[in-house]
């Protein structure tokens, strides 16, 4: 039976995000319930023109940060059972947490060339082509059976110019190749993932915390070095302690010149107060899904 009073783990993590009483209240209960996933579904290169989902959906046009080509359905449908998608790919399925992540995307010019660094099961690729399609595209992922998997969503459905690797940030920073856009889905605690309904030992506590932080800034060390003068680099996760988010960035801003954080407009109202750069967090009381962290940044062409 759990128990009606919050853990210390709980509290841990609410006054680390510096929440109001009534905030951090409906957090506990979004982690408790495990109910808060709000499933979307994006547009593929195999759609045809003016295609529409076969489903009700909701009516998302005043949300104004939606990425374009992306349907919510209404509460009880099941993209996933149309043929649509298992047999000719139009649409991909994700949590709607992602799509948020990925609205920053609304102020990177198109690019050339890009690199999803950790990029299996292949959503935020899916968002990204959806925004913008590149010349050079490539997926990256370490492990070799989420490569495996993430090759087959791409080929289903049917991402062009696409390169798909298994190199290690470290590794890619060796290479000495340049991308317009990185995406950066950084391995995290996955505290959201409690408020999906999915247990997750641990996350909350600041073991597992801590070395996912470090974890975080090497990528982001090595990612940085993959960025061309002028090009953007989107760092998301789908965790609320600041430690792997707001701290992450700060210690990046601070030890690499050249790099600022981005405005983005669309997100002004969720703006994080835990940091003095823009960045953004979006919580399971928003009702747009568990939630997670995105904040674009910008190597600076003079540098």
């Known amino acids: 039976m759990m128990p009606d009073s919050p853990s210390h783990a709980e509290l ?7 929440l109001s009483e009534s905030s951090s209240a409906a957090l506990i209960r979004a982690l408790r319930a495990g109910e808060s996933s709000r499933q979307a579904v994006v547009l593929t290169p195999r759609a045809p ?3 529409v989902p076969p489903f009700a959906c909701v009516d998302t046009s005043e949300w104004g940060w939606l990425p374009p080509g992306v349907f919510v359905p209404q509460d009880g449908e099941k993209p996933t059972v149309h043929e649509d998608y298992r047999e000719h790919g139009y649409y991909y399925s994700l949590d709607l ?9 609304a102020e990177v010019p198109p690019p050339a060339s ?3 660094l950790c990029a299996a099961p292949g959503g935020k690729t899916m968002l990204m082509v959806a925004r913008h399609l590149p010349l050079q595209h490539v997926a990256n992922e370490v492990n070799a059976s989420r490569r495996g998997i993430l090759r087959q969503n791409l080929e289903h459905c049917g991402v062009p110019n696409t390169e798909v690797t298994g190199l290690r940030p470290d590794q890619w920073a060796e290479t000495n190749r ?7 889905d950084a391995p995290c605690s996955g505290q959201s993932l409690l408020a ?5 030992p641990g996350c909350l506590g600041a073991s597992m915390v801590n070395g996912n932080a470090k974890r975080q800034k090497g990528i982001l060390l090595a990612a940085v070095r993959c960025v061309a003068p002028g090009g953007h680099l989107l760092y998301t ?13 700060a210690y990046i801003l601070k030890r690499v010149p050249g790099w600022s954080a981005v405005e983005i407009p669309a997100l002004e109202s ?3 107060i835990l940091a003095a750069f823009p960045a953004y967090r979006m919580l399971p009381e928003h009702g747009f899904g568990a939630g997670g962290f995105s904040c674009l940044l910008r190597h600076n062409p003079q540098h």
């Open 12 to 18: 841990r993590l609410c006054s680390r995000l510096q």
């Open 49 to 51: 023109q003016d295609y």
């Open 97 to 105: 947490s992602s799509c948020w992540e990925s609205a920053a995307l």
């Open 114 to 116: 890009s690199l999803d």
């Open 178 to 184: 340049l991308f317009d856009l990185l995406l950066v």
């Open 196 to 200: 999906k309904g999915i247990r997750n």
């Open 237 to 249: 996760t789908c965790t609320y302690d600041p430690d792997e988010n707001e701290k992450v960035v």
């Open 270 to 272: 969720f703006r994080s």
